[in-house]
């Protein structure tokens, strides 16, 4: 491929951001592509009047691969995301301050 050519990304939820994160550590060139005015998708956290924000989407979320463990121990580490107790004896996870904490972390190396 030619360095002047970049891959499409369609879509900066989630799954379009972990995409576009693996193309661009294997140093891909690309452009992520979104009909939103931020990325996020179903982890977008909304604003309203008088500063209020509530999530809109996902409430929580959970890590069951090795590969997505190692990349939530580095939110955790950062704070982008935080252990969630909802008193069911499972293991669940947010993002912090917002749910769209997690799309931010994922799509910070890919403007730099």
Request: include cysteine.
């Amino acid at each position: 491929m030619s360095s002047r050519q970049k891959i499409a990304i369609i879509g900066a939820g989630i799954a379009g951001l972990a995409c576009a994160r693996r193309l661009s550590d294997a140093g891909l060139n690309l452009v992520v592509f979104d009909k939103g005015r931020k990325a996020g998708g179903r982890t977008a956290t909304r604003c309203v009047a008088g500063g209020i924000q509530f999530d809109h989407g996902a409430q929580y979320f959970t890590a069951r691969s090795p590969a997505f463990s190692s990349v939530l121990e580095m939110m955790l580490s950062c704070g982008a995301a935080a252990l969630w107790d909802d008193g069911s004896g499972k293991t669940h996870f947010v993002g912090t301050p917002g749910m769209d904490s997690l799309a931010r972390y994922l799509g910070r190396a890919l403007s730099e």
